[in-house]
């Protein structure tokens, strides 16, 4: 047991408590930014006078070295130590001697975890803004490349009016760049340094709070104390962010078990992103897509664990806010996993345009557009639905396709229609003529193609 604390006890600690309390089976995770946050510290007490030169120097170049040597292999983080705090300060001073002691001048394990949680999720939201740039690119070459294959758009998962392929990406274009917004802008409110807090209230020592700041690239030490060490509104956001990526890519995976289901065929999984079966043989499940789906559930389960450690909590540091960083960390790990297979399933997927086009014609996703006809034909548009209704149910007695109809049979509903009925009834039209800004017509997808083109050359990272 190596502990930062033990002056002003008479009894060594149960072992059982000893063990429920170290952190360092997970916060070893932490040692960069730990050793990140240590220098910049030190270097501050240095400029303050509060170290002496040699001193301060010693203890950075030891910091470096530790780290060095853990990435090397040649110092292994045990779990004798509490936490990832005291096994750098415990392998500091075994190794400079008197001067490690010296790092904690005017810091608290308290101020220092809140920077070191900080620094690491700023480091994690930039990989998983990258991850989803990667993930944009190749939402837009799905984009690109399928202007041309019509599909039905759905609701209540009923056939409704027939869009493209590419539309149908280009709302998940329009959400994965909002779920970059929502990092970038957790991330600029984040960005303040917690350091020289303290435990809760500061200390006496002249510390340069706007120093160690600005060696940490943050904007600005954190305004209050207690504040500064008692906040984790910045990791309820980012879990809440987490939570819609998955979402998103969650609602993505269920369209395509569905789509890659024996009785829809619109798309094919690539062999090197599906699964078989141990005893039907002629399987090829989509166990990528239902995995992310899955997880999904256990990144939301960190959100509400989160939000639920935190609500009873009085001000300022609790133990409690040491169960940050387990279900962070999994989130994370979980988030940034499932980005990477998602695009990687995407990109290989196959669509099967004649398929797609197929179900586009069927389930009378003309109906609209029949119905829009006589509209163009002087009809009010309500009187307009109640004839194309009637004509639906006709042509489901028959079993047919509303262009299936003579001319003749759909004078029968209305006396307005007439030869041009089929052209206005043609899928290209349905699809390629809804060019109202944000819809799947011709005119209509290329200004979308064109923004999201500019939007990735703009926001490029
Ligand atoms: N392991 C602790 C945590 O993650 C570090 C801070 C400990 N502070 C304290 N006052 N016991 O929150």
């Not at 096994?87 to 190794?95: M, Y």
């Not at 917004?181 to 435990?199: H, Q, S, Y």
């Not at 262009?403 to 043609?426: N, P």
């Amino acid at each position: 047991m190596a502990q930062l604390w033990g002056g002003r006890f008479t009894k060594d600690t149960d072992q059982l408590v000893y063990d429920f309390n170290a952190s360092i089976r997970f916060d070893k995770r932490l040692l960069p930014q730990d050793i990140q946050g240590s220098i910049a510290h030190v270097k501050m007490l240095k400029k303050q006078k509060i170290l002496s030169d040699s001193e301060g120097e010693t203890i950075r170049a030891a910091l470096e070295q530790i780290l060095q040597d853990v990435r090397d292999g040649v110092l292994e983080i045990t779990d004798s130590y509490e936490d990832v705090h005291s096994f750098v300060e415990a392998v500091l001073t075994e190794r400079i001697g008197e001067a490690g002691k010296k790092l904690h001048t005017g810091r608290s394990r308290n101020d220092q975890v809140a920077t070191d949680m900080k620094l690491y999720v700023r480091e994690e939201i930039e990989q998983i803004d990258g991850l989803l740039y990667t993930l944009l690119n190749a939402v837009e070459k799905i984009i690109e490349d399928n202007t041309g294959t019509y599909m039905p758009g759905f609701t209540h998962l009923q056939k409704a009016q027939p869009v493209t392929a590419a539309h149908h990406f280009g709302a998940y274009f329009e959400m994965f760049r909002r779920d970059r917004e929502r990092l970038a802008d957790i991330r600029k409110r984040m960005n303040t340094c917690p350091l020289g807090a303290g435990a809760l209230a500061g200390t006496t020592y002249p510390l340069d709070r706007a120093y160690t700041a600005e060696l940490l690239e943050f904007d600005a030490p954190s305004a209050n104390s207690m504040d500064a060490v008692s906040d984790r509104d910045y990791l309820l956001e980012t879990l809440f962010a987490l939570s819609v990526i998955q979402m998103h890519m969650s609602r993505s995976c269920e369209e395509i078990c569905i789509w890659n289901s024996d009785d829809y065929r619109y798309v094919e999984i690539d062999d090197s992103y599906s699964t078989g079966s141990s005893i039907m043989p002629q399987k090829k499940n989509p166990d990528i897509a239902e995995l992310i789906r899955g997880k999904t559930g256990r990144v939301y389960g960190a959100l509400i664990q989160m939000l639920t450690t935190m609500k009873g909590l009085p001000l300022a540091y609790n133990k409690d806010m040491q169960e940050d960083k387990e279900l962070s960390f999994d989130a994370i790990d979980t988030v940034c996993s499932c980005i990477r297979l998602y695009t990687g399933m995407l990109s290989t997927m196959c669509f099967r345009k004649d398929i797609l086009r197929r179900a586009a014609v069927q389930g009378f996703t003309n109906a609209t557009d029949a119905a829009d006809y006589l509209v163009g034909k002087g009809i009010p548009f309500r009187d307009a639905h109640a004839v194309t209704g009637r004509i639906v149910l006709s042509c489901l007695e028959k079993g047919c396709a509303i262009d299936d109809l003579s001319l003749d049979e759909m004078k029968e509903f209305s006396e307005a229609f007439e030869e041009d009925i089929y052209e206005a009834l043609k899928l290209e039209t349905c699809a390629d003529r809804r060019n109202t800004a944000g819809g799947p017509g011709t005119d209509a997808m290329k200004e979308m193609i064109r923004q999201n083109q500019a939007y990735l050359e703009e926001s490029k990272c």
